[in-house]
Structures are given as structure tokens and as C-alpha cells.
């Protein structure tokens, strides 16, 4: 029988998960420690490190593991090694082989080391899109001229308007305008509003511990918008929050924007995440224009090897 201990994902593990990800500079908004941590309840979500590589498997929706991470360069022979070690703990709970969430360039790597021995799905309602920071700043040229109007409009209507970062002082005003935000949008327990709802009132509790940066949006006295964020690589901001009142017209693009001067004006790039599918969403994330996506998918054998 493949033994793999796999052991749920607590706050303990971050520095030792986050060591993982520092090496691999992965450009998927799941490449980080918060991320996992904080979706964990709804996904199952444990890690194994299985011969010096890290790997998460999800039980939620159909088991199914991470692509094997490393800390230092490795050849095929370490990552075959690891990798039919997970083949047969799949065969032996008798269920398909199958990878999540895996990226091009994993792909390419898997490729590269065991040609035509596993094919990719890729699915685009979990595909990343990724800006050019200083354009979601500056939003200058005709493209973006309507994110400029709302904003313009946001300031007319709120001239006491006021940007802050995410701290003990507001964290609780935040909460609020989050309760405030799920009955707006009649969360049900059983959709994943709701689930999103328990993630981002589980960050806005943990935002320190988990070395979350967060901006908040004041107008007319009270919030009308938050949101939270880290470094995902060297070159990559990711927000993984961003909550705003829809009937406060420009409040959405307002705070984008200032978030993104105060607390990730470094980073020549911002992953904005994916939209689930959403219509409405995935419009709203194209009238950014993005500069490219993030496209991840589903490994499993190649049928025909």
C-alpha cells in the first residue's frame, strides 16, 4: 500500500508552505499560503511533502492533487519518482489520476520530462487575468476613459472621501459593511456567495497573521468599500478581496485604483484573480483590458499512450 501522511492545512504551515512558493515565482493566484488557508473549509484542502516536494490535495469536489513543488532545481528522475507515487495512491483508492489548477508552464515542464504521457484541459473560467499595474493607476488612453468618468463622478458625490489602509482601527467597520454586503447580495448558505462571504470575513480576522495588505474606501461617513491583497512574486501583486456597494456609482473602480497606488505601486503587474464563470464578472474584468491570462487546467494520463 502508498502511504502519503497527508495533514491539514493550519496557520503553523505558512512559513514552510510559503518557502515553496518563494522558489517556484508561480504567477497563479493560488501560489500562495492565504490563498489555500483561507478556501481550505470549502475544498478539503491538505498537503503532503513528499520526497523534498510539496503537494496539496483537495478531497472536495473529487479528489485530485496539486502539481508537486519544489525548493531547489530537480531532473525527471525526483519528479517521476514523486509523481507515480501519487499515480498509485490513486490506484489504489481506485480513482483517476488527476492534477489541478496547473499552469502552462507546468504543463510544458511535465511535457518536457515525460513526453506525451499526460494531457491538459485548460478551463477558462478559472484563468487569472493579470493588468499592467501603472495602466490600472493611471488609466489614461480612450479604453479606460469610462473607469475615469465613474471615478471623477465618485469624487463629485463625495467630496469627504478618504482612502486608508486596512488596520485594527476600521477592520470592524469593515466587517460591517461586509454583513452589509451579503444581504445585498441574498447570500445563501448553500451558494458560493456565501462561501465567499465566510472567506473574506476569515481574512479581514486574520489579515496580520497572514501578512495581508488591505485599503479601505470612506465616503458619505461610512465604508463603501474594502479590500485585501499580498505579493505573490517578485513581480506580482494578487488581490484577493475587493468588496464595494454596487448602488455607489465608481466606488469599485475607485477603490482599484487606490489600493493599488498605496500598497502595490511596486509591482509591475496585478492578478486580479479569475471570474468563476460569471457573465457579469468576466465583462467587468475584460473592461480593464488585461495583459494577458493566467490559463490553468486539469492533468490527466493521455488516453492515447
Not at 504551515?13 to 504567477?27: H, I, K, N, P, T
Not at 492534477?99 to 487569472?128: C, N
Request: hydrophobic share 40%; with cysteine.
Amino acid at each position: 500500500m502508498m502511504e502519503i501522511e497527508w495533514k491539514k492545512l493550519e496557520l503553523a504551515d505558512r512559513a514552510l508552505v510559503q518557502s515553496y512558493f518563494a522558489y517556484e515565482q508561480l504567477g497563479n493566484c493560488e501560489a500562495c499560503f492565504a490563498n489555500n488557508y483561507l478556501w481550505e473549509p470549502f475544498y478539503e484542502l491538505s498537503y503532503s511533502v513528499i520526497d523534498g516536494f510539496l503537494v496539496f490535495l483537495t478531497s472536495g469536489s473529487g479528489r485530485s492533487v496539486s502539481f508537486p513543488l519544489a525548493k531547489e532545481a530537480y531532473g525527471p528522475d525526483r519528479l517521476g519518482k514523486v509523481l507515480s507515487k501519487l499515480e498509485t495512491y490513486f490506484a489504489e483508492k481506485e480513482r483517476a489520476f488527476r492534477m489541478h489548477l496547473v499552469t502552462e508552464k507546468q504543463y510544458r515542464r511535465l511535457e518536457e520530462l515525460f513526453p506525451g504521457k499526460y494531457s491538459i484541459t485548460f478551463v477558462r473560467d478559472i484563468a487569472d487575468y493579470v493588468y499592467e499595474t501603472e495602466k490600472m493607476i493611471s488609466l489614461a488612453g480612450k479604453k479606460l476613459h469610462g473607469k475615469r468618468n465613474h471615478i471623477n463622478k465618485f469624487k463629485e458625490n463625495f467630496p469627504d472621501w478618504r482612502y486608508e489602509p486596512l488596520s485594527e482601527e476600521n477592520v470592524e467597520a469593515c466587517r460591517q459593511m461586509a454583513e452589509e454586503w451579503r444581504i445585498a447580495n441574498a447570500c445563501d448558505e448553500k451558494d458560493e456567495k456565501h462561501q465567499e462571504f465566510c472567506m473574506t470575513l476569515r481574512a479581514l480576522e486574520l489579515f496580520r497573521t497572514l501578512e495581508l495588505r488591505g485599503g479601505v474606501l470612506w465616503a458619505g461617513g461610512r465604508v463603501v468599500a474594502f479590500t485585501l491583497g499580498e505579493k505573490l512574486n517578485d513581480e506580482t501583486f494578487v488581490v484577493h478581496i475587493e468588496k464595494a456597494f454596487a448602488d455607489v456609482q465608481g466606488a469599485y473602480p475607485m477603490i482599484n485604483q487606490q489600493f493599488l497606488i498605496h500598497e502595490a505601486a511596486e509591482f509591475p503587474y496585478v492578478n486580479r484573480e479569475e471570474d468563476a464563470g460569471s457573465e457579469g464578472l468576466r465583462k467587468a474584468k475584460l473592461s480593464y483590458h488585461p495583459a494577458f491570462l493566467v490559463e490553468k487546467g486539469v492533468v490527466t494520463y493521455n488516453e492515447g499512450k
